[in-house]
T-cell receptor, first 114, second 111 residues
């Protein structure tokens, strides 16, 4: 399978716990995005990487959220001290090229904070 | 802040009828992308428009980008049950890669 993969697909945690999600983009895609989507809403931008550099981060993202892309390949999104409001689908997308910025989305990680 | 609204929020059509969703941005966009998301699925890229006034067609789907690059539309001719899903537009402004997704239009097609 050469698509974007995410792990885990589902995560249930208790409030206050830390969680980490992983995204493996399509090979050779240099751009990687993280989004959050709640029921009935469109994906909400969280952060953007070009290779290993985190070039953009949403101001809505509190300091409890951090993302990395250490070698410009896979990426991780960590949420510290989770809150019930963090419950959502976390989507990763990757793309390649400047003229055609097609974003290929992964299946997402569904987080439920109890 | 930048907002992207879509209308209508919901649309129910009989199979064979046409469908249009409109996307309106509060700011000028560098490009506009359209995605389809099936229930329980993830967004799937449909098309990207870049030029002012651009029109693109994909079989029964017609996409337009407004002259001012602040609005766009997606028109589906003769809907089929396979068209069911939520259609999102998304775009970013010059100098940023922060894609803002629209509020989405959920399409139901009645057989």
């Amino acid at each position: 399978d050469t698509g974007v993969s995410q792990d885990p697909r589902h995560k249930i945690t208790k409030r206050g716990q830390n969680v980490t999600f992983r995204c493996d983009p399509i090979s050779e895609h240099n751009r990687l995005y993280w989004y959050r989507q709640t029921l009935g809403q469109g994906p909400e931008f969280l952060t953007y990487f070009q290779n290993e550099a985190q070039l953009e981060k949403s101001r809505l993202l509190s300091d409890r959220f951090s993302a990395e892309r250490p070698k410009g390949s896979f990426s991780t999104l960590e949420i510290q001290r989770t809150e019930q409001g963090d419950s959502a689908m976390y989507l990763c997308a990757s793309s390649w090229g400047q003229l055609q910025e097609t974003q290929y989305f992964g299946p997402g990680t569904r987080l439920l904070v109890l | 802040g930048q907002q992207v609204m879509q209308i209508p929020q919901y649309q129910h059509v009989q199979e064979g009828e046409d469908f249009t969703t409109y996307c309106n941005s509060s700011t000028t966009l560098s490009n506009i992308q359209w995605y389809k998301q099936r229930p329980g699925g993830h967004p799937v890229f449909l098309i990207q428009l870049v030029k002012s006034g651009e029109v693109k067609k994909q079989k029964r789907l017609t996409f337009q980008f407004g002259e001012a690059k602040k609005n766009s539309s997606l028109h589906i001719t003769a809907t089929q049950t396979t068209d069911v899903g939520t259609y999102f537009c998304a775009g970013h402004t010059s100098g940023t890669y922060k894609y803002i997704f629209g509020t989405g239009t959920r399409l139901k097609v009645l057989a």
